[in-house]
């Protein structure tokens, strides 16, 4: 017997027809040049040999490497029946691309062939991050997964190193990863964690030891140290991590399902700097000399002037929540989304502005021709239990 996949055979409440109805309005709108592919995108990371292409990991049990600039997938990396979440290059001399799945496996690809390698088997629920790094002489994978575990491999044997936990046994789904790029030397790695909580935890790895860092933070010249085992600076989940600055003077960014997204001061003790009110769940936050950019679930890529911290620009094309951003130099960021496209959209000053006056004259429009239908940037219980199975089913 068959069955039909059609939303429209189905009862659905007022709220999500309208929701669903104002996507499919939406959907084929050309802003950001829109790349289309045919399953949704849940994470994207750069090409380290070429500045003209991005790995990104589909719902559709694929990593996808895809040319910006001629717009076509160069390789398709196959294997796992399961959602890809997260996609890493790394191995020696970056001969590897990994994914991490919903199988709990981290699969493995060789970058050229395209041929499957080896999968690393150890978390025993979603992997859900994974990133690369060198220590030691040794190139390693470490994965975090919805199981509250962080793993360290060693990506040529396939040995898992480490296994790290939080002491207070605290730490729920992993989130995201990061490797601070000032405190890590050749032979020890200070890695960076956030979680479906919204503490962020700081480990010292290296190829013999691991272990949580707790820190010795003064409050006053009159009190004792007190220790803090995890940076607390967020409502919610913490969704990204990222470095951004100088070689010798980087500090941490932040985007979190409170709403915001925020510089973290390394000088004051990963303390609040800067705070960016996106104003729904933040996926992801980059930044240039001049902008921030913070992007989520409610599908608009928001540029921040960061002399002044006010909003500069609304890049409006997504048509559902957008995953992840990545610069492609100082003039343009990419955008992906469970849409299933891939978007660009300028940084220039020039870019902006003219940017800015069309989505002027094109909301005139709107207003005179009465299409104007106001976007809530909420989802149904629905689309809400749905994106929750996909991408933070372990979360709660």
Not at 168 to 191: G, K, R, V, Y
Not at 239 to 263: M, P, V
Not at 276 to 294: A, M, N, P, S
Request: charged fraction near 30%.
């Amino acid at each position: 017997m068959s069955r039909s996949t059609d939303p429209g055979h189905f009862f659905q409440t007022d709220a999500s027809e309208s929701i669903r109805a104002r996507r499919a309005a939406k959907s084929g709108n050309k802003y950001g040049n829109p790349i289309v592919l045919q399953s949704k995108i849940l994470s994207c990371v750069p090409d380290p040999f070429s500045s003209a292409a991005i790995y990104i990991a589909e719902s559709a049990g694929c990593v996808r490497k895809v040319n910006i600039e001629t717009r076509d997938t160069m390789i398709v990396y196959r294997g796992p029946s399961a959602p890809v979440t997260s996609v890493a290059v790394g191995g020696n001399g970056g001969a590897i691309v990994f994914g991490g799945c919903w199988d709990k496996d981290i699969w493995s690809w060789d970058r050229e062939s395209g041929t499957p390698g080896r999968r690393f088997k150890g978390h025993s629920d979603f992997v859900k991050t994974i990133i690369c790094v060198k220590t030691g002489g040794i190139d390693i994978l470490i994965s975090g997964g919805a199981d509250k575990k962080i793993l360290v491999w060693d990506t040529a044997t396939g040995e898992r190193l480490h296994t790290l936990r939080d002491k207070s046994d605290t730490m729920m789904a992993l989130q995201d990863l990061a490797i601070d790029p000032e405190e890590s030397t050749e032979s020890e790695i200070i890695l960076v964690s956030s979680s479906s909580d919204p503490h962020i935890r700081r480990w010292r790895i290296s190829l013999t030891s691991a272990e949580q860092i707790l820190d010795s933070e003064p409050e006053t010249e009159a009190q004792n140290n007190t220790i803090r085992s995890t940076i607390l600076e967020h409502e919610t989940s913490v969704y990204k991590l990222r470095f951004f600055g100088d070689e010798e003077d980087s500090d941490l960014w932040t985007a979190s399902a409170d709403g915001t997204a925020k510089c973290l001061s390394r000088a004051k003790h990963w303390t609040t700097e800067e705070t960016y009110k996106h104003g729904d769940y933040v996926r992801d936050v980059v930044v240039t000399g001049d902008w921030v950019v913070t992007t989520g679930r409610d599908e608009d890529v928001k540029i921040w002037d960061r002399a002044t911290g006010k909003l500069w620009h609304v890049y409006d094309g997504h048509y559902q929540e957008v995953t992840g951003l990545l610069l492609l130099g100082e003039s343009k960021v990419a955008s992906v989304s469970i849409d299933g496209t891939i978007r660009t959209w300028g940084l220039s000053k020039p870019d902006l502005e003219k940017a800015k006056k069309e989505a002027e004259e094109r909301q005139i429009d709107e207003v005179k021709e009465g299409k104007v239908q106001p976007k809530t940037g909420l989802l149904t219980a629905e689309e809400e239990a749905e994106l929750a199975e996909l991408m933070d089913s372990d979360a709660e």
